[in-house]
T-cell receptor, first 113, second 115 residues
Framework: GEDVEQSLFLSVREGDSSVINCTYT??????LYWYKQEPGAGLQLLTYIFSNMDMKQDQRLTVLLNKKDKHLSLRIADTQTGDSAIYFCAEKRGSGGSYIPTFGRGTSLIVHP | NAGVTQTPKFRILKIGQSMTLQCTQDMNHNYMYWYRQDPGMGLKLIYYSVGAGITDKGEVPNGYNVSRSTTEDFPLRLELAAPSQTSVYFC??????????????FGPGTRLTVL
């Protein structure tokens, strides 16, 4: 199976919170990332978290990491139509070496009025 | 800074043709990467480079070649295009200083169709 798994779709109403979930398998992962991809564009880093942290907050974004369960989530508060995009979870493989990330398949977030 | 730039944006190739996808970064990053993204899938690493003159295979290198003669440029070569290489190709770069590695910055992508 995939090393990084995400649900493929999430639909929310504008103004609600969105929670995008991700599970990974490599217990040696040191960094975990969330990227946003808008239609026809490359990936844009949203936020990242070190594996020794449980939570990171950055304005409307909250990242939660459960290292025991290898579960990562991204919460977007007050979701707006501009947040509609594909969100990729990625983990860094290996330790101390090159940044060779493994990406999930992406979660398409659809925000409707 | 322009960041990471890729050319062309779109290309259609016939089976067996060859082409080079260009990637340039002006951030003086030492690490550069090539990924492909197939529909509904995440990114798969094709090749990467940790500095000028050094390249290494990623997860899906077959059918591709790279070179890194300068810090700025990291072209990806397809020698004999096949329909299985129809994909969107992303170049990325990052800066590693000692044990600390910055995150990756992505180019806008090249959409390639092989017919």
């Amino acid at each position: 199976g995939e090393d990084v798994e995400q649900s493929l779709f999430l639909s929310v109403r504008e103004g609600d919170s969105s929670v995008i979930n991700c599970t990974y398998t490599d217990s040696s992962s040191t960094y975990l990332y969330w990227y946003k991809q808008e239609p026809g564009a490359g990936l844009q880093l949203l936020t990242y978290i070190f594996s020794n942290m449980d939570m990171k907050q950055d304005q409307r974004l909250t990242v939660l990491l459960n290292k025991k369960d290898k579960h990562l989530s991204l919460r977007i508060a007050d979701t707006q139509t501009g947040d509609s995009a594909i969100y990729f979870c990625a983990e860094k493989r290996g330790s101390g070496g090159s940044y060779i990330p493994t990406f999930g398949r992406g979660t398409s977030l659809i925000v409707h009025p | 800074n322009a960041g990471v730039t890729q050319t062309p944006k779109f290309r259609i190739l016939k089976i067996g043709q060859s082409m080079t996808l260009q990637c340039t970064q002006d951030m003086n990053h030492n690490y550069m990467y090539w990924y492909r993204q197939d529909p509904g899938m995440g990114l798969k690493l094709i090749y990467y480079s940790v500095g000028a003159g050094i390249t290494d295979k990623g997860e899906v290198p077959n059918g591709y070649n790279v070179s890194r003669s300068t810090t700025e440029d990291f072209p990806l070569r397809l020698e004999l295009a096949a329909p299985s290489q129809t994909s969107v190709y992303f170049c990325a770069s990052s800066l590693k200083r000692g044990r600390i590695e910055d995150t990756q910055y992505f180019g806008p992508g090249t959409r390639l169709t092989v017919l």
